[in-house]
């Protein structure tokens, strides 16, 4: 079935150092949602982007959802310990049910 | 406010056991309920999902069944586990079908 993609897989960077993840899709998508999962722990939702070229923002994270809304991404800036983990994108591509990305791992190093 | 339990936190079972795991909803009514399996270092692949009391939907083939017998309630069972079934389990519930989910803190299982 159709799937979301999402790279990279793994980054690793220097605390301080910016951090994006990009999601793709090869069908359009209503909506986007982002999840954060710490290190053993379960994904906590994060955002949801609905409109075409939207931006929101939560602090040092920036979120965009792209014009032909196939194509998402994550912005971190100047990134710190407390953001480490996994963050998955996830959208609805079959039969309206959302399917998640592979996510991305992030670690940081102090 | 909503709360979501999900038990038990761990478990290793034998091959060939069965399988039970319980999910519960607290403060809404009517909510679509997930189950999500997910590999080590992997994402989330959707299992089962449910809009109703009694409606199941299956969205892969496998060893592992699904059942709402009430509103806010949710279970996961299989007859008998293989090796293949070990894996994080995660419980989930939306308000609706593409709005954000909200999840269980995950059954580890592991089946020896």
């Known amino acids: 079935g159709q799937q979301v993609m999402q790279i990279p897989q793994y980054q690793h960077v220097q605390e301080g150092e910016d951090f994006t993840t990009y999601c793709n899709s090869s069908?359009?998508?209503?909506?986007i949602q982002w999840y954060k999962q710490r290190p053993g722990g379960h994904p906590v939702f994060l955002i949801q982007l609905v409109k075409s070229g939207e931006v929101k923002k939560q602090k040092r994270l920036t979120f965009q959802f792209g014009e032909a809304k196939k194509n998402s991404s994550l912005h971190i800036t100047a990134t710190q310990t407390t953001d480490v983990g996994t963050y998955f994108c996830a959208g609805p591509v079959n039969a309206g049910k959302s399917t998640f990305g592979d996510g991305t791992t992030l670690t940081v190093k102090p | 406010s909503q709360t979501i339990h999900q038990w038990p936190a761990t478990l290793v079972q034998p091959v060939g056991s069965p399988l039970s795991l319980e999910c519960t909803v607290e403060g809404t009514s009517n909510p679509n309920l997930y189950w999500y399996r997910q590999a080590a270092g992997r994402g989330l692949q959707l299992l089962f999902y449910?809009?109703?009391?009694?409606?199941i939907s299956s969205e892969v083939p496998q060893n592992l069944s699904a059942s709402r017998p009430q509103d806010r309630q949710f279970i996961l069972s299989s007859k008998k586990l293989l090796l293949s079934d070990s894996g994080f389990y995660l419980c989930?519930?939306?308000?609706?079908?593409?709005?954000?989910?909200?999840f269980g803190q995950g059954t580890r299982l592991t089946v020896v």
């Open positions: 989930a519930w939306s308000v609706m079908e593409n709005t954000e989910a909200f």
């Open positions: 069908t359009t998508l209503s909506n």
């Open positions: 449910s809009v109703g009391i009694g409606q």
